[in-house]
């Protein structure tokens, strides 16, 4: 039996606007991960998605249904003579809540399949671009960010269509992501930012502009370790996106709670109007911003240590 596993992600700067060519900043959350089994069978080639009971029948040439397609692309990538296969999975990532769970599955599944075809040392550039073939499927017009980080498993600053620029964290900071235990479609929420884009092109090129500028920013503070410019930045981004109608009733509770506590910044991530957020916090700050969250209603709080 052959097993492979992957990560999930947070955007800590610049979502939707990195979809119009901004750059974003994101980063590997290990606490989380998706895992994909690969066990021989006598008769055909099936996927089983524990979490949400669905058994696949991967037919050749299905690159429609996501989970056969990331099987089919991974099978010609590795010219790999169709196998007789049970291929299961199973995330501990929430499903729709900005932390990357269908790019941590594809990239379960294209790693456990390199393997069983005696490639474990694919390349994590192939293996982003396999996902993010799939990622199209979830997404209608991803960015990339999401592959990149899952595959790359290390922080990023990201431009889409660029090679991968990594950067030096001069300071390990620590994040309280907090979950609304709301679902929420990625895919609606860039389909309904690109409505207004096409509305109000001037308005929303200068929000992204504005988020674009955040994101550089927030970058020069964590590689000069200046962590208490980070804060500010994280609730500028957030006002943005707030501006881009991507946040919601729970968010906002969550995101005020966090600040209450004493959170030095804190803003949705991912593709918003559910899902999870962030706040900054230092270790003084940690505990209380927590039990806030879960008073506030959080039905999932993880921290995460950035370095
Ligand atoms: C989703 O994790 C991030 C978005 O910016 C979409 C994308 O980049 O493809 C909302």
């Not at 504005?210 to 994280?234: C, F, H, K, N, Y």
């Not at 940690?286 to 959080?298: M, P, Q, T, W, Y």
Request: include cysteine; hydrophobic fraction near 45%.
């Amino acid at each position: 039996m052959i097993s492979a596993a992957a990560c999930g992600k947070i955007i800590l700067f610049g979502e939707h606007a990195v979809v119009y060519g901004r750059p974003a900043i994101a980063v590997p959350v290990t606490q989380v991960q998706a895992t994909a089994l690969v066990q021989p069978r006598a008769h055909g080639l099936t996927i089983h998605a524990t979490d949400i009971a669905r058994t696949v029948k991967v037919e050749p040439h299905n690159l429609i249904d996501p989970l056969a397609a990331i099987v089919n692309l991974t099978l010609a990538y590795l010219n790999c003579p169709r196998p007789q296969l049970e291929i299961t999975v199973h995330s501990t990532i929430p499903i729709a809540s900005g932390l990357g769970s269908g790019a941590a599955i594809s990239t379960a599944i294209v790693r456990a399949l390199a393997q069983f075809a005696g490639r474990p040392d694919i390349a994590p550039e192939v293996v982003s671009q396999l996902v993010y073939e799939v990622e199209k499927l979830y997404h209608g017009t991803p960015s990339g960010i999401d592959n990149t980080v899952i595959a790359y498993q290390q922080p990023v600053y990201f431009l889409r269509g660029e090679p991968i620029q990594t950067f030096n964290v001069a300071h390990p900071f620590t994040v309280v992501v907090g979950n609304t235990g709301i679902a929420s479609s990625t895919k609606k929420a860039v389909s309904d930012v690109r409505r207004g884009w096409e509305i109000d092109p001037a308005r929303y090129e200068a929000w992204f502009d504005w988020i674009g500028a955040i994101v550089q920013q927030a970058r020069s503070a964590i590689e000069a370790g200046t962590l208490d410019r980070l804060g500010p930045l994280l609730d500028q981004n957030h006002v943005l996106l707030r501006e881009l109608d991507v946040s919601s009733l729970e968010l906002e509770r969550l995101i005020l709670a966090a600040k209450q506590a004493g959170a030095s910044g804190a803003k949705l991530v991912g593709g918003g109007r559910g899902g999870n957020m962030i706040a900054l916090v230092n270790d003084q700050q940690r505990e209380a911003v927590i039990a806030a969250l879960k008073e506030a209603g959080a039905v999932n709080v993880l921290v995460t240590e950035i370095q």
